[in-house]
């Protein structure tokens, strides 16, 4: 059975920095999933943040764009979401997704929240 869990969420001052990680259990290979963080804010829809694609390819929301990065340790079936430069409208709920490659499978973590005050 396969589990995503993120952690790294936390209360920061505008400005600041977080980490957050996904960790997955229960998957064999994690080179072969493209890696996602979402976002949700309260009241609104939830919307991609970052992507990591199998071959190292990254891309970025205009909005985190030279203020976030987004990794991968395949050994510790991890992908991360180093986050700069914090501002109060970060504030979300921040989820992982992982999907396989050769059949569209997708798995979502639960999320883990990040609030930054002004």
């Known amino acids: 059975q396969v589990r995503l869990v993120e952690s790294g969420g936390g209360l920061v001052q505008a400005g600041g920095s977080l980490r957050l990680s996904c960790a997955a259990s229960g998957i064999t290979f994690s080179s072969l999933y493209h890696k996602y963080w979402y976002r949700q804010a309260p009241g609104k829809q939830r919307e991609l943040v970052a992507t990591l694609t199998t071959g190292g390819s990254t891309n970025f929301a205009e909005f985190v764009k030279g203020r976030f990065t987004i990794s991968s340790d395949n050994a510790k079936n991890t992908v991360y979401l180093q986050m700069d430069s914090l501002e109060p409208e970060d504030t979300a709920l921040y989820s992982c997704?992982?999907?396989?490659?050769?059949?569209?499978?997708?798995?979502w973590g639960q999320g883990t929240q990040v609030t930054v005050s002004s």
């Open positions: 997704r992982w999907t396989r490659i050769n059949n569209g499978l997708s798995y």
